[in-house]
């Protein structure tokens, strides 16, 4: 008879798995509520007790870690030295192990989580039985996930055991569980001590979608999520239509969130293109915020991914509708939105909490080989801690647009450029090598509307080309953060046409 060592904390679908097991000839030994409920079920247990001759003690924290337990799952079949001290020692081998752990992720989650809580959720003798079964995957069967339990039963109905490449599979599988499960608990407690920058760091994703493609169609990719994401995040988004998310749609997606979340008090909507803003518009109502988002740029808007701050109604659907989108995000459509809208077959609309989130604390960027770490860009901006350093000041309007522009030019590639009003950004130049030609593709996309119009700089600037440009065109005031040795001749340039400059002081470089 085989031996099947069973201690799960997710009961889901144990006792058909128990059922079977025994109907193939495998006696069961299990460990406290997961005993009881197979007792109770009517069906034949040990208890852990029986095995080892040790009751459970510690309130539970002892009672697998013992020789008569791990000599069982250690063991090699194939060395004679080992099966020798199994016998001497009156050790029963065991074949299969199904095992999953402490909910630690689900207590760590909930809203103020005593600290005394999380460390009685810390699985110690589940992850150590876990990994001493992996470790001999060669001769035993190891499960950490209900998934698998019919692909292990197919297979000793078919052959009386597991195939050499399934243990194998399912071992990896456990060291990827069991990596991940240490990295939530080393997060957990590096956060409690308040570790920012610590000498190791591990991070544990699960994997939410295997993607068609990459960036590109040769490219293979797939999209993950943090175990406890943000509420207000692309991860955790509800698709209510269309087809599933691209790489890059996601990428736009999550770019297109982050803008419109910096704007609470008016309605806003946020169009994007490949990462950068093509559009923003503030307004009294989203119809009207919709707006004048498409109108800041109504060519580069086709095929574009819209970021939504209040409920999509019907007469904003209706705009929607006659144009070809890919994407729509926003905290709720109205059920006549939601009708028409769905009539667009590939139209992909999500639906998450824009309002109240906490901003993601760090940012993490790959390169080759290693990893980038760190805090996010936010700023509490105080435009009244803002310095005027021009001979003109700007109006309490032109302050209003300088504010909203600069919330949007921080979300830009760097060089960034923006032009605008207190109400829609008018002209976007990204990515650029140099400032004043930044510059000069958000004139041209602007036109005529750069007429009085405000203009934001992500950094400095180090020459005053860049200002001389932008009196050309009209532009009246501008917000930058200073900070450059020739700043007096970026400010002499202002003062000689009667543009209003301030300056942050804080520097929003996208790089």
């Not at 924290?61 to 090699?76: F, M, N, S």
């Not at 604390?361 to 996010?376: C, N």
């Not at 936010?378 to 000041?393: G, H, K, L, M, Y």
């Amino acid at each position: 008879m085989k031996r099947a060592l069973i201690s799960v904390s997710d009961k889901t679908g144990i006792l058909e798995l128990v059922e079977q097991l025994i109907a193939l000839n495998f006696e069961i030994v299990s460990t406290g509520g997961t005993k009881e409920l197979i007792a109770e079920a009517g069906l034949p247990v040990i208890g852990i007790e029986e095995v080892t001759g040790f009751p459970e003690m510690l309130d539970g924290r002892v009672k697998t870690l013992h020789p008569l337990i791990h000599g069982g799952l250690l063991a090699r079949r194939d060395d004679e030295q080992h099966m020798a001290a199994v016998a001497a020692h009156d050790i029963t081998l065991i074949d299969l192990v199904v095992v999953n752990l402490y909910p630690f992720q689900a207590t760590i989650s909930k809203p103020d989580v005593a600290l005394a809580d999380a460390i009685e959720n810390i699985d110690i003798g589940g992850p150590s039985m876990l990994r001493s079964a992996a470790k001999n995957y060669q001769s035993v069967t190891v499960i950490a996930d209900a998934a698998d339990y019919d692909v292990v039963l197919a297979e000793l109905r078919e052959h009386d055991d597991t195939t050499f490449a399934t243990r194998q599979r399912l071992a990896a599988k456990v060291f990827r569980h069991t990596a991940a499960y240490d990295a939530l608990i080393a997060g957990y407690l590096t956060t409690v001590v308040g570790e920012e920058y610590p000498e190791k760091l591990t991070l544990t994703y699960n994997r939410k979608q295997a993607l068609r493609y990459g960036e590109n169609p040769h490219q293979s990719a797939s999209f993950y999520e943090e175990p406890i994401a943000t509420q207000a995040s692309i991860a955790t988004a509800d698709q209510l239509h269309g087809k599933e998310l691209s790489y890059n749609n996601i990428r736009d997606a999550d770019a297109a969130l982050q803008i419109v979340q910096e704007f609470t008090t008016e309605a806003a909507v946020v169009a994007v293109k490949h990462m950068n803003p093509c559009g923003v518009g503030l307004s009294t109502t989203i119809e009207a915020a919709f707006l004048k988002a498409y109108e800041a740029d109504p060519t580069s808007i086709f095929g574009g991914v819209l970021a939504f701050n209040r409920e999509i109604d019907l007469a904003t659907a209706e705009h929607l509708s006659k144009m070809f989108l890919e994407i729509l995000i926003a905290p709720s459509y109205s059920e006549a939105a939601l009708e028409l809208l769905t009539q667009k077959k590939n139209l992909r609309l999500l639906q998450l909490p824009i309002d109240g989130a906490a901003p993601v604390s760090h940012v993490k960027t790959s390169v080759a080989g290693g990893l980038l770490i760190q805090s996010s860009d936010v700023v509490i901006e105080d435009e009244s801690q803002w310095e005027v350093v021009t001979e003109v000041a700007p109006t309490a309007e032109q302050l209003a647009a300088l504010a909203f522009q600069w919330k949007v030019v921080k979300h830009i590639k760097s060089n960034a450029i923006v032009i605008g009003d207190h109400q829609q950004t008018v002209g976007v130049g990204a990515g650029q090598m140099n400032r004043v030609g930044a510059a000069k593709i958000a004139f041209e996309q602007a036109g005529e509307r750069t007429q009085g119009a405000v203009l934001a700089s992500d950094a400095f600037f180090p020459m005053p080309d860049t200002i001389e440009e932008a009196a050309k065109v009209g532009i009246r005031a501008i917000v930058q953060p200073g900070g450059s040795m020739k700043d007096q001749a970026s400010i002499d340039e202002a003062n000689k046409h009667g543009i209003a400059m301030v300056f942050t002081r804080v520097r929003h470089f996208k790089h």
